[in-house]
């Protein structure tokens, strides 16, 4: 079993910066790629960034160029650096992990301020 714990929301003006943190425990090692999804009110929940295992990543074509997603394998955690924040990016945030099945974390609540 996969345990997420994420950290890190909070209020931010637009154009603001947070940081996202999601540490990993349990079986790691069944992880083939780890995530952030975010779910606004009323709407579907939706893939924000991934990284594989290998290094490589995704990102919605709303955060590119303005949210990097990274690793830290000595501390099981993975980050979601955000910036340029915009008031459409208020959501809450979940950190997923790909393992035998999908592992999601409590969740962490953004909220950007126009």
């Known amino acids: 079993q996969v345990q997420l714990v994420e950290s890190g929301g909070g209020l931010v003006q637009a154009g603001g910066s947070l940081r996202l943190s999601c540490v990993a425990s349990?079986?790691?090692?069944?992880?083939?790629?780890m995530g952030w999804f975010r779910q606004a009110p009323g709407k579907q929940r939706e893939l924000v960034a991934s990284?594989?295992?290998?290094?490589?990543?995704n990102y919605a074509d709303s955060v590119k160029g303005r949210f990097t997603i990274s690793r830290d394998n000595a501390k099981n955690t993975v980050y979601l650096q955000m910036n340029s924040l915009k008031p459409e990016d208020t959501a809450v945030y979940y950190c997923?992990?790909?393992?035998?099945?999908?592992?999601w974390g409590q969740g962490t609540q953004v909220t950007v301020s126009p």
């Open positions: 990284i594989r295992s290998g290094g490589s990543t």
């Open positions: 349990g079986s790691i090692f069944s992880i083939n790629a």
């Open positions: 997923n992990a790909e393992a035998v099945s999908a592992i």
